[in-house]
């Protein structure tokens, strides 16, 4: 069951690619690695489950509705760190989303600098 919602994942990211012209290159620099391993992974050819898969298929679907409840529930790094890191009370959640909130401004910061270095972020 798991790898049918792997596999229905990756085509809506690869149908997702198709309408917004998001080129398998663009996916790659942002996420350090190579158009290839991109391409196996958007084409379905045999990929089992990776972390570059998981990355993809982030990437992808904040172009088309942002990041989902089930995007986050189906991520298990972000769930393992949250489940170490936070001890269950409010105010620690609380403080935890602020941490999360402020890494938007870290990469808001980047593309600026990337932007100034004459680089595209």
């Known amino acids: 069951m798991k790898d049918q919602v792997i596999q229905a994942r990756?085509?809506?990211?690869r149908d997702i690619c198709k309408q917004r012209g998001i080129t398998q290159q663009e996916i790659a620099h942002a996420l350090g690695a190579s158009q290839s391993q991109v391409s196996r992974i958007l084409c379905s050819a045999g990929v089992k489950r990776s972390?570059?898969?998981e990355?993809?298929?982030l990437y992808v679907e904040r172009f088309d509705v942002g990041v989902t409840a089930e995007?986050?529930?189906s991520n298990d790094e972000l769930?393992?760190?949250?489940r170490t890191t936070w001890n269950g009370?409010?105010?620690h959640a609380k403080?935890?989303?602020a941490v999360i909130r402020s890494l938007a401004a870290l990469q808001v910061g980047a593309?600026?600098?990337?932007?100034?270095?004459?680089e595209h972020a």
């Open 95 to 97: 403080a935890l989303s």
């Open 51 to 53: 972390r570059l898969q």
């Open 79 to 82: 769930i393992d760190a949250i």
């Open 71 to 73: 995007a986050v529930r």
């Open 89 to 91: 009370t409010a105010a």
């Open 111 to 118: 593309c600026h600098q990337g932007a100034d270095q004459g």
């Open 10 to 13: 990756v085509i809506r990211a």
């Open 55 to 57: 990355e993809v298929c």
